[in-house]
């Protein structure tokens, strides 16, 4: 691996990233490190969802697997006593098994563009509707405190320090750049793509069309699972609005959309972006004028998509490459 | 066991319910059919318009009537502008970035709503009795709203059936290249489109201020079931929206009485995504 400045920059900021816990903040560490971890988080789900939604697969229902993935293990242990280490195993299985469960007839019979993103937005509503509507034990829209573990943090994988969350998220974080930097790489890449453009045409050339749809989504299901049990694990509390239906869901999209889904960057750029901006503005106007922050932030979407489809990083990364030279084609 | 009279109730209700239902999701359905986007923030603009409604009626006193005219003229004034400002910079983006923008006017109305007419729910109050039929009670808003809006939707359908722009509107949602060819200004029969959808949206509106009391959320609460709607009678497909409308909301009427009210949503859903595997077309399509 040759060492390039864009290289040599990402490590020096990883290296900093890294340090960051260490540095002394004074009485706003705890905050700071709360919303880097939220960043974290988010950034990973949105990556997640990015894997689906950069072959247009545009699903509006990934809030489906954030709640079944943190319900299940929320629930597991605090009415079995079920460590999350299994319980998010079997939580991951079960978003998978809803997602084949959508996919697979979504696939099967050619359900794309709008009509897919419609029925992942139907998903997504009736895991947050049967979440409240089972309310004798979700607690319905009220939400789930996670019951907290006398003892062994690491088995109830809970911790009061905010410094493992954010060396957890940090690795979750690189797994989600890893995952999506992997699958860029590989024949799956060049396959969705081929679907994402004609699925007919793809197939016509012998691409299993249903096949590689299924894994991209059971994938990203599963990914978003996994984020939806950090979160879950951290804040040590579920409701039906923040982790199901089409609020959040559309939260994710958006933070996606906002950094460019076509970049590795892309889902971190947009979900620090529009979690700084909300801590900010939250900030700026406190509860003096509820509504305000999130009015700005509605409005600041809409001049972006307008403005810059391809999203901030995008938009950035194609800015930089045309002042550049072309790179010279590697020959292999 | 439940009552059987009931049931027949909730099945009246239903009906009632998708009268209302089917007006908004012919204002969307018109919309998609000419300008291929889903307006995701469609049912955010009834409820501006139900807020522009209450304001008129309880605090300015004007009479429920005028009121509800109210309602569609600013019906009419949000589309346009939704038309103007938002869709037409990104009629050419690829479908994702359409139905995102239209996404985030979605997050900015509902928390402008909030910001300026706080989360309180507000109600239009009409003070008009219950009407009992062999021991079903309707209520007379209910009744009132399901005929006006049939009423409305025979007056859009003479719309696209009878007159001119109606003729061009159906058109250009056939066939979007050929419009422009014989002469036909898009630009103008899409902004005559949104204007028409807002009309329904304000109609919506002001038929749903006098049943249900609004507040910032209230789009949430009605939009996705008038997607479902729209996709389960086809998209564009007005007849099989009309359809689609009923056949949902006897769903939930039915199922909140026996079982509640989520589980009724709930099975309406799943009808949703079992019927888009069945007849990805719509109800009314022929399988292929």
Redo the contacts between chains.
């Keep these: 691996m040759t060492v390039t400045p864009a290289r040599a920059a990402g490590a020096v900021l990883l290296a900093l990233i890294a340090l960051a816990p260490l540095v002394p903040m004074a009485g706003m560490k705890q905050y700071v490190l709360h919303v880097v971890i939220q960043i974290f988080v988010w950034s990973f789900i949105g990556q997640a969802w990015s894997l689906m939604?950069r072959f247009?697969l545009?699903s509006l229902g990934h809030g489906a697997f954030l709640g079944v993935g943190a319900y299940a293990v929320v629930l597991l242990w605090n009415f079995y006593g079920l460590t999350p280490w299994v319980g998010g195993a079997a939580a991951i299985a079960l978003s998978v098994v809803v997602a084949l469960v959508?996919a697979y007839?979504?696939s099967?019979?050619?359900?794309i563009?709008?009509?897919f993103?419609?029925?992942t937005?139907?998903?997504g509503?009736?895991v947050r509707?049967?979440i409240?509507?089972e309310r004798d034990w979700t607690g319905g829209s009220l939400g789930v405190t996670l019951k907290a573990a006398s003892d062994a943090s690491l088995v109830a994988m809970q911790y009061a320090d905010k410094r493992v969350w954010y060396y957890a998220g940090l690795g979750l974080w690189l797994f989600g750049l890893w995952v999506w930097a992997r699958l860029d790489r590989s024949m799956a890449r060049a396959a969705m793509e081929a679907i994402g453009e004609d699925e007919t045409a793809a197939a016509c050339v012998g691409v299993r069309v249903t096949r590689f749809k299924l894994r991209i989504t059971v994938l990203s299901a599963a990914l978003t699972a996994l984020g939806g049990i950090a979160y879950a694990q951290y804040i040590t509390y579920v409701n039906p609005e923040t982790l199901a239906g089409?609020?959040v869901s559309?939260r994710i999209?958006?933070a996606v959309?906002l950094g460019g889904m076509y970049s590795l960057l892309g889902p971190t750029v947009g979900t620090a972006l529009t979690i700084a901006l909300s801590e900010w503005l939250r900030i700026v106007f406190g509860v003096k004028?509820?509504?305000?922050?999130?009015?700005i932030?509605?409005?600041l979407?809409?001049i972006?998509?307008?403005f810059l489809?391809a999203g901030i990083y995008g938009s950035l990364a194609a800015l930089v490459r045309r002042r550049r030279p072309a790179p010279v084609p590697a020959t292999a | 066991m439940i009552d059987p009279i009931f049931l027949v109730e909730a099945a009246v209700n239903g009906i009632m319910l998708g009268g209302v239902l089917a007006l908004l999701a012919l204002g969307l359905n018109l919309i998609f059919g000419v300008l291929d986007i889903v307006w995701i923030a469609y049912v955010d603009l009834v409820m501006v318009a139900m807020y522009a409604v209450y304001f008129l009626v309880m605090v300015y006193g004007w009479p429920i009537w005028l009121g509800g005219l109210g309602g569609v003229v600013v019906g009419v004034a949000l589309g346009i502008l939704v038309h103007l400002l938002i869709i037409t910079p990104i009629l050419d983006s690829p479908p994702v970035n359409q139905l995102l923008a239209t996404g985030g006017l979605l997050f900015f109305l509902q928390s402008i709503a909030t910001f300026l007419w706080s989360t309180d729910h507000k109600s239009v109050r009409v003070s008009l009795p219950s009407i009992e039929l062999g021991g079903i009670f309707v209520s007379y808003p209910r009744l009132i709203a399901f005929v006006l809006s049939i009423l409305v939707m025979v007056g859009l359908y003479l719309f696209l059936t009878r007159t001119f722009i109606g003729t061009a509107i159906r058109a250009v949602s056939q066939d979007r290249g050929a419009m422009a060819l014989m002469g036909a200004s898009p630009q103008k029969i899409y902004v005559v489109t949104s204007a028409v959808g807002g009309a329904m949206a304000g109609v919506a509106a002001a038929l749903l201020s006098i049943q249900y009391s609004v507040h910032p959320y209230f789009g949430a609460a009605f939009g996705p079931i008038t997607f479902m709607i729209c996709v389960l009678g086809g998209l564009g497909n007005m007849v099989g929206a009309f359809i689609a409308s009923f056949v949902m909301s006897e769903i939930i009427a039915i199922g909140g009485v026996v079982w509640s009210t989520e589980m009724g949503y709930v099975i309406a859903f799943a009808l949703f995504i079992v019927m888009m595997f069945a007849r990805p077309g719509g109800i009314l399509a022929k399988r292929q």
């Design positions: 939604g247009g545009v959508v007839p979504c099967r019979f050619g359900i563009g709008h009509y993103a419609l029925v937005l139907a998903v509503e009736v509707l049967l409240i509507a089409i609020g559309l999209v958006f959309v004028f509820i509504g305000m922050a999130e009015t932030y509605g409005l979407l809409v972006f998509i307008i489809p």
